[in-house]
């Protein structure tokens, strides 16, 4: 069964850094783009970057872009996201998900991430 497991959250000062990862596994993990979303509270969920099977396109919110940096280990399965320069407006809950059209309604638990002084 599909499986994206999201980690690395947590609270940080603006101006600082986290990594997040996701832990996929259920299916073919290199045969698909993988896409970081994000949802803020009272607020829709926004795509926050995508990285394409092999890594090498990428494509980010313009709210995030240069500060950043979305990438993957097919090797290992898994996808990061690196922040930063975090701002308040980047708290949280960050979710990854799969291009599997079969997983497209699977969600994770997602990772919380807080900036706050």
């Known amino acids: 069964q599909v499986q994206l497991v999201e980690s690395g959250g947590g609270l940080v000062q603006p101006g600082g850094s986290l990594r997040l990862s996701c832990a996929a596994s259920?299916?073919?993990?290199?045969?698909?783009?993988m896409t970081w979303y994000r949802q803020a509270p009272g607020k829709e969920r926004e795509l926050v970057a995508r990285i394409s099977p092999s890594g090498g396109s990428t494509n980010y919110a313009g709210s995030v872009k240069g500060r950043f940096t979305i990438s993957r280990d097919n090797a290992k399965s898994t996808v990061y996201l690196q922040m930063n320069s975090l701002k308040p407006d980047d708290t949280a809950v960050y979710y990854c998900?799969?291009?599997?059209?079969?997983?497209?309604?699977?969600w994770g638990q997602g990772t919380q991430v807080t900036v706050s002084s």
């Open positions: 998900h799969t291009h599997w059209f079969t997983a497209r309604d699977y």
């Open positions: 259920g299916f073919i993990f290199e045969s698909y783009a």
